[in-house]
């Protein structure tokens, strides 16, 4: 078997959500039981840190990864979805799985992984699971798929929890209030383990303040202990953002950091204090990270670990800004970011999949800009010519293209230097640009 083959298996047999949705979810954990069973439960053989949330829990996962590998542990990293290779779900170190421990591990295990049924994303949270176990990793940084309680990854029992935040997303699935979200999200609270909270809201701080309590839990809020102060765009270095926190407790009090990150977004800044607490919090239990380890670590979290597709800066003149943000909370940040960047027009290729709400997402977007709507090229891809129609009902006007490359060769044909190009709606938009 070929990589290429063993790809063509994952993609064609499995039910993958990123492509069918909801019927690729499973709405219990005997699947990925089962799957842990064959492979010997490599679930409890790697110390880990599960990060839930709707909103920064890819940019938190690969931050505090980055932090822990500098400071010299062997860290595994799985996030989802991928961008442009399949490898990039796991990673120790930064390094990719190979492709000969991806085929070989389809050779191995396809028979049994049919037989038991499961989707895509179970098969990938297994191979996750016996890569780290293999390699011997001292800690692994494990993102959700979406939700928590019945997330293929809460087979595991981590050293901390963390739930970056709550907001409308895959309500289809995950309940369709604030409330029924956050108990799925609350789900990966686990008995006895510390839960970093990033985000206080009045609708959900009572719900994971009962969760904790029932599982016997400390529960701590980031943005209780640290606030950003001020944040900017350096203007001497367009890979570089300045971030001011100021600390709220503890020696000095209200003394004022500063970090250069080179994740841009303003929404980076509530990821930001999500992981000093977290840092916070593994070192309560042995894990030695030294101030400057931090600041050296989120200098370079692209660097270190590869991430991509988070105010991701693709070109200059004109400027060609790339960004995951797809649901509303994410997507207020974006456009809000979008200010910074001084433009004579903003063109801006959308693209959507089908569940997404619209009468709450298309309103955020700015009626100066024009629109080059097009569809990802996915079974879940929203109609480009259904897009446009519904965008004009809220006054963003523009073009339908045929597919999501033609959009963009058409927004940097028309755009002149001194324009900016914003590229997103969905994470499967940005990941074709790239």
Not at 31 to 45: A, Q, R, Y
Not at 118 to 137: P, Y
Not at 141 to 163: A, H, K, Q
Not at 266 to 289: H, R
């Amino acid at each position: 078997m070929t990589y290429q083959e063993a790809l063509d298996f994952l993609y064609s047999q499995l039910p993958m959500y990123s492509r069918i949705g909801k019927a690729a979810y499973k709405e219990d954990l005997k699947n990925t039981l089962e799957l842990c069973v064959l492979l010997d439960h490599p679930e409890s053989k790697f110390k880990s840190i599960h990060v839930a949330g709707t909103n920064g829990k890819g940019s938190v996962s690969h931050m505090i990864a980055a932090i822990l590998q500098t400071a010299g542990y062997k860290t595994g990293l799985y996030t989802s979805p991928h961008l442009k290779d399949f490898r990039e779900r796991i990673r120790i170190n930064g390094e990719m799985i190979s492709e000969n421990e991806v085929t070989a591990f389809v050779e191995q295990y396809q028979d049994d992984v049919m037989k038991i049924g499961c989707s895509f994303f179970e098969w990938t949270v297994g191979l996750a699971f016996d890569h780290f176990t293999k390699h011997h990793a001292d800690i692994a940084v494990i993102e959700t798929g979406m939700g928590g309680r019945l997330d293929s990854t809460n087979v595991i029992t981590p050293l901390l929890s963390i739930i970056t935040n709550i907001s409308w997303d895959h309500a289809d699935i995950l309940g369709d209030t604030l409330e029924k979200i956050t108990i799925e999200k609350a789900g990966i609270i686990k008995e006895g383990i510390p839960v970093v909270i990033g985000e206080t809201d009045v609708v959900t701080e009572k719900i994971f303040r009962i969760t904790a309590s029932e599982k016997n839990s400390e529960i701590i809020f980031a943005d209780q202990n640290f606030s950003v102060k001020e944040s900017e765009r350096r203007q001497d270095d367009a890979d570089q953002k300045s971030f001011h926190v100021t600390v709220a407790e503890k020696s000095p009090p209200g003394h004022v950091y500063q970090f250069e990150l080179d994740l841009m977004g303003n929404y980076q800044e509530k990821n930001l204090i999500t992981v000093l607490q977290s840092v916070v919090e593994l070192k309560k239990i042995g894990f030695k990270i030294l101030d400057k380890v931090i600041f050296q670590a989120l200098s370079r979290v692209k660097e270190a670990t590869g991430l991509r597709g988070r105010w991701d800066i693709l070109g200059e003149n004109p400027t060609i800004i790339a960004d995951v943000a797809h649901n509303e909370a994410g997507l207020k940040y974006a456009m809000k970011n979008l200010n910074e960047y001084y433009h004579d027009q903003l063109h801006i290729v959308l693209g959507m999949v089908k569940e997404k709400d619209l009468q709450k997402i298309l309103p955020l977007f700015p009626k100066d800009a024009y629109y080059y709507f097009c569809s990802p090229n996915i079974p879940r891809g929203l109609d480009a010519e259904v897009l446009k129609r519904e965008a004009g009902k809220f006054g963003l006007r523009g073009r339908s293209y045929p597919s999501v490359r033609q959009a963009y060769d058409a927004a940097i044909n028309n755009a002149p230097i001194h324009d900016v190009i914003y590229v997103g709606g969905s994470t499967f938009v940005v990941a074709e640009v790239i």
